[in-house]
C-alpha cells in the first residue's frame, strides 16, 4: 500500500513536460504609432531551452532562449543591404500554438508580435 501511495505521489509532483516551440511559425509584427504589420514565416529548432532557426526563407537567423514559458529571440536580418538586428520577448499559450509579446528593430522601431504555429497535416 506504501509503495503504490509512493507512486501515485510521484506521478502527481512529477514535473510537467517541457514546452516544445520547433515547429513553423507565421509572424505578425504591428509596429507602434502605426497602422503598419510586418510579416513572415519562421522555423524555430529547439533543443532544451536554446532556440535556433531561419526566418524568411533562411535570409535571417534566429537564436534564443525558453525559459518554462517565457522566450526570448534575437533575429539578424537583412533587407535591400541593410543589416540589422530584431528583438522579440513573448510568453507561449498553454496550447503551444501562439506566442505573443513584444519587438524591437534594435535602434529603431518597437512593436507587438503575435506567432502562430503552422499545423502539420497528418494523412
Do not use: Y
Not at 501515485?8 to 517541457?18: D, R, S, W
Not at 516551440?21 to 510586418?38: F, K, R
Not at 513584444?102 to 518597437?110: A, L, R
Request: net charge negative; hydrophobic share 35%; proline share 2%.
Amino acid at each position: 500500500m506504501t509503495k503504490m501511495l509512493i507512486s501515485v505521489l510521484l506521478l502527481v509532483i512529477a514535473p510537467l513536460p517541457a514546452v516544445d516551440v520547433s515547429g513553423v511559425w507565421n509572424l505578425d509584427m504591428q509596429w507602434s504609432g502605426s497602422d503598419s504589420h510586418s510579416t513572415g514565416v519562421c522555423t524555430i529548432k529547439q533543443d532544451g531551452q536554446k532556440l535556433t532557426g531561419s526566418c524568411a526563407s533562411a535570409k535571417s537567423t534566429l537564436t534564443g532562449d525558453l525559459l518554462d514559458r517565457s522566450l526570448t529571440l534575437q533575429i539578424d536580418v537583412e533587407q535591400d543591404g541593410n543589416k540589422g538586428q530584431m528583438t522579440f520577448t513573448g510568453t507561449v499559450d498553454e496550447d503551444v500554438t501562439v506566442i505573443k509579446g513584444s519587438c524591437q528593430i534594435v535602434g529603431g522601431q518597437e512593436g507587438t508580435f503575435v506567432m502562430k504555429k503552422q499545423r502539420v497535416e497528418r494523412i
